[in-house]
């Protein structure tokens, strides 16, 4: 039993962090599904990111509570995020490790 727990916990992390990721990426999710209207209105992906964040939180929180192990599927700054809870624009902009960070560019030269 403890064995599909970890699995179905898994499948749902996965399936959380893919939903926050192709909100961040303004890619098509269950959301524009159920609100088609809302793609009319210039907030709908602050709802749209709002909401997937949400999800990745309660996932996180639940598999927290069955003490199943949910950091190896986050890069360290990713972890720190979901740690503060909090969706801010750092969230927003950072999410991705890219080349083009400040540090990178600092470092250049």
């Not at 996180?60 to 069955?66: F, Y």
């Not at 503060?84 to 600092?106: A, P």
Request: charged share 30%; with cysteine.
């Amino acid at each position: 039993m403890e064995i599909m727990t970890n699995d179905f916990m898994n499948q749902k992390l996965v399936a959380a962090k893919t939903h926050f990721e192709r909100a961040l990426d303004c890619k098509h999710t269950e959301f524009d599904d159920l609100y088609p209207y809302m793609i009319e209105h210039p907030q709908f992906f602050w709802y749209k990111r709002y909401v997937a964040w949400s999800e990745l939180l309660t996932i996180v929180n639940l598999a927290e509570e069955l003490g199943l192990e949910w950091r190896e599927q986050f890069l360290d700054h990713q972890k720190d995020y979901i740690a503060k809870r909090v969706m801010s624009s750092r969230v927003l902009d950072e999410w991705y490790e890219t080349n083009d960070s400040k540090e990178h560019v600092d470092n250049i030269g």
